[in-house]
């Protein structure tokens, strides 16, 4: 088993930025650089849907409400993963997940939560004045 420890979240003013944090960890499983980790959020009212994927063996993939203010990036030695969210708006405000799964996952499939077996707690960031 595998476990997702998220962190960073926030109270944070309009126009601002957050720095999230998921670390993976596992006494006989772990997440390498060949495994896909993600970001899902979701706000209240709404459905959970996918924000970023740093995709096993490289590369990365955003929703287009984010694309050009957040940039997903991770540190494979440490098996975690990061979320810098710049430019904040209130409708940035939900509660973020990090999620991961054995492998890397075909475009199509990257944005869907059944593909991720690996769920944390989720954090909550609130844009706010």
């Known amino acids: 088993q595998v476990q997702l420890t998220e962190s960073g979240g926030g109270l944070v003013q309009p126009g601002g930025s957050l720095r999230l944090s998921c670390a993976a960890s596992?006494?006989?499983?772990?997440?390498?650089?060949?495994?896909?980790m993600v970001w899902f959020r979701q706000a209240p009212g709404k459905e959970r849907e996918f924000v970023a994927a740093?995709?096993?063996?490289?590369?990365?993939s955003y929703a287009e409400s984010v694309k050009g203010r957040f940039t997903i990036s991770r540190d494979n030695a440490k098996s975690t993963v990061f979320l810098q969210m710049n430019t904040l708006s209130p409708e940035d405000t939900a509660v973020y997940y990090c999620?991961?799964?054995?492998?890397?996952?075909?475009?199509?499939?990257?944005?869907?939560?059944?593909?991720?077996?690996?769920w944390g707690q989720g954090t909550q960031v609130t844009v706010s004045s």
């Open positions: 596992g006494r006989t499983l772990s997440i390498s650089r060949s495994d896909d």
């Open positions: 740093s995709r096993g063996g490289g590369g990365t």
């Open positions: 999620a991961a799964s054995r492998g890397r996952r075909i475009l199509s499939n990257l944005r869907r939560q059944s593909e991720y077996d690996f």
